[in-house]
Nanobody, 128 residues
Framework: QVQLAESGGGSVQTGGSLKLSCTYS?????????LAWFRQAPGKQREGVAR????????HYAKSMQDRATISQDNDKNMLYLQMNSLKPEDTALYSC????????????????????WGPGTQVTVSS
């Protein structure tokens, strides 16, 4: 059983920052997971923002958020984070965390199709 829940969304002005949090509960007999953040703006397809391997490393960012976002995790607390800076109106979206079981970090891919478990999302709104 896997459950995820996001928090930390809100409304900010252009140039502002937000730190999203995702608490996850994984009750599976497996200890290697790919963790990621996705976002979906109204009328648009969901897109990957960043991913990280549960064992550490294998971090990758989408070009749209590169240099403006930092993904991190705290395994002791079962927490995943996304620090976002220099936010723009086009960053407005519902942000969701997601995960799927992998054999190793090499299998951690930022593709929506691969992720089996999703949180309900937290809304981020950036005004100009």
């Amino acid at each position: 059983q896997v459950q995820l829940a996001e928090s930390g969304g809100g409304s900010v002005q252009t140039g502002g920052s937000l730190k999203l949090s995702c608490t996850y509960s994984i009750r599976e007999n497996h200890d290697r997971w790919c963790l990621a953040w996705f976002r979906q703006a109204p009328g648009k397809q969901r897109e990957g923002v960043a991913r990280i391997y549960s064992g550490g490393g294998y971090i990758h960012y989408a070009k749209s958020m590169q240099d403006r976002a930092t993904i991190s995790q705290d395994n002791d607390k079962n927490m995943l984070y996304l620090q976002m800076n220099s936010l723009k109106p086009e960053d407005t979206a519902l942000y969701s965390c997601a995960t799927y079981a992998v054999a190793s970090g090499y299998d951690c891919v930022l593709s929506e199709d691969g992720f089996d478990y999703w949180g309900p999302g937290t809304q981020v709104t950036v005004s100009s």
